[in-house]
């Protein structure tokens, strides 16, 4: 399996700015994505990274909040754009070498507070 | 409206019980379903993975079983030590072409010595 970080690995914001996450995978994966995890929540996926082309999201979220970049198969950003505190939470990657089926390997996690 | 549910928010047993958590559906159809671990502060980490067509798998002390009929998965941590003690989630993909995987809400597991 890849291993994955992420950075930041936490963050306190101000209400309005934006915050870019970068998740890093130590080898070429097919697969990427994006989650959030609000406290006391199941994970909720957020978006498909897409190498080259624009990422797929999910009912809810859209590119103009949560623009997400995946230049190469071992890089991948998440921005949370005008942030307010219903944003805080905790943002994961993860990777697949299959599709979202497949198993799947989450890197660290990044929590953002909004204030 | 389409739900997965882990009964249980937490489940506290004591050292050397086994612990059965409980994972049921509603209005899906999986082909898989998948249990992971998930410890304070860290993104979860894969431990099983069933098939529609698998009643029971094992890995060492730990066993899944998947019952399309009742739409529910049992995960069974036999001879629990404290070092098993962390939310566990189970995880649903749709069917076999599904583009996303469903995650319950977890269930934080505590093994008192």
């Known amino acids: 399996s890849a291993v994955i970080s992420q950075k930041p690995s936490r963050d306190i914001c101000q209400r309005g700015t934006s915050l870019t996450i970068q998740c890093q995978v130590d080898s070429q994966v097919t697969m990427m994505f994006w989650y959030r995890q609000q406290p006391g929540q199941s994970l909720t996926l957020i978006a498909t990274?897409?190498?080259?082309?624009?990422?797929?999201?999910e009912s809810g979220f859209v590119i103009d909040k949560f623009p997400i970049s995946r230049p190469n198969l071992t890089f991948s950003t998440l921005t949370v754009s005008n942030m307010s505190p219903e944003d805080s939470s905790i943002y994961l990657c993860?990777?697949?070498?299959?599709?979202?089926?497949?198993?799947?390997?989450f890197g660290p996690g990044t929590r953002l507070t909004v204030l | 409206s389409q739900k997965i549910e882990q009964n249980s928010e937490a489940l506290n047993i004591q050292e050397g019980k086994t612990a059965t958590l409980t994972c049921n559906y509603t209005?899906?159809?999986?082909?898989?379903l998948q249990w992971y671990r998930q410890d304070p502060g860290r993104g979860p980490v894969f431990l099983l993975l069933?098939?529609?067509?698998?009643k029971e798998k094992r890995k060492e002390r730990l066993k899944v079983t998947f019952d399309t009929t009742l739409k529910q998965s049992l995960f069974h941590i036999t001879a629990s030590q404290p070092a098993d003690s962390a939310t566990y989630l189970c995880a649903l993909a749709v069917d076999s072409s599904a583009s996303k995987i469903i995650f319950g809400s977890g269930t934080r597991l505590s093994i008192r010595p």
């Open positions: 990274a897409n190498q080259g082309s624009e990422a797929t999201y």
């Open positions: 993860s990777d697949s070498s299959g599709g979202i089926t497949d198993t799947q390997y």
């Open positions: 069933i098939r529609e067509n698998e």
């Open positions: 209005n899906y159809s999986p082909a898989y």
